[in-house]
């Protein structure tokens, strides 16, 4: 792997991978990382029909912001470097395809914030969370208390952003943090079999569900319900119900159009 690389893109076909590539910092997200998922998220190929995001090396997704990179910040600067991290990490909510977190080794402040910005997080059973930025003065600035709450609830976003405490990848999974905890020489193989399961799936269907999904978690339940009935009538404008519906009826595998 080219160490030079911040971010390493992988064209698997369907299914794309981007590695967070800075090992000897445990994948801390500078301005050049977040630049580089950006870059990645334009250059993704038409074809791409899931996203899986995972860390470099045996030690961590990502154990938060570049704590360099922000120590010299100004106030202005400060939330310039939030707002760019939010405006990045809410391309992963918003684009149609859905986003797996491959989760080994520490998940730490804005390594957490990413993962809750995907649609899943599959988790090792050697992996450490948590929101530390309190312990270093400052609060989690890339969407992650808003996320938490919506993840996991207010309850648990409390604890764990109001201590920083670190809790283990079981303690994850029962606040409702991540979707599974695998063995870690299980994750990989989990990982790809959720990934075929989406890449089986009618691509029109799984983009207006994630879009659904998006408007439900916003809140507004009125809102979510009115934009249910209108993505469940345009998916009937889609080759791909058509497609989907009449290969179950000749009993076939479906060949999806992606329109
Ligand atoms: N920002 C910048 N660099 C980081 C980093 C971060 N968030 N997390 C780890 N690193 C760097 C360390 O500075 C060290 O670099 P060096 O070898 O050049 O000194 C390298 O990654 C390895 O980390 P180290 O602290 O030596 O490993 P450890 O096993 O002793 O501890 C952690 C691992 C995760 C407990 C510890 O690195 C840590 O607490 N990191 C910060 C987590 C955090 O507060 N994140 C929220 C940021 S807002």
């Given at each position: 792997m080219d160490k030079e690389t911040v971010l390493c893109v992988e064209d698997l076909g369907p299914i794309q991978r981007f590695r967070l590539n800075r090992p000897d910092k445990l994948n801390a997200l500078n301005g050049a990382l977040i630049e580089a998922l950006d870059r990645g998220l334009n250059a993704?190929?038409?074809?791409?029909r899931v996203l899986i995001l995972s860390g470099a090396?045996?030690?961590?997704?990502a154990a938060g912001a570049d704590i360099q990179e922000m120590q010299a910040l100004s106030a202005e600067e400060a939330a310039a470097f939030s707002r760019r991290g939010h405006e990045v990490f809410a391309r992963f909510e918003a684009m149609e395809i859905p986003v797996i977190a491959e989760v080994h080794g520490y998940c730490l402040g804005g390594g957490c914030e990413l993962m809750l910005a995907c649609d899943f997080a599959l988790a090792s059973s050697q992996a450490v969370f948590g929101f530390p930025e309190v312990t270093l003065g400052v609060i989690p600035g890339f969407g992650g208390s808003a996320r938490l709450v919506e993840r996991a609830g207010l309850t648990a976003a409390r604890q764990l952003i109001l201590t920083g405490d670190k809790i283990d990848a079981a303690t994850a999974l029962r606040m409702g943090v991540v979707n599974e905890v695998l063995a870690p020489d299980a994750l990989r193989t989990r990982v790809d079999s959720v990934a075929d399961k989406v890449v089986k799936a009618g691509p029109r269907g799984v983009a207006m569900a994630k879009r659904a999904l998006a408007l439900a978690a916003q809140g507004d339940r009125r809102t979510a319900l009115a934009a249910e009935t209108e993505l469940f009538g345009l998916c009937?404008?889609?080759r791909d119900q058509a497609v989907g519906m009449e290969a179950f009826l000749a009993r076939k595998p479906p060949v999806w159009l992606g329109h």
């Open positions: 993704l190929p038409k074809h791409a090396g045996d030690r961590a997704f009937f404008s889609t």
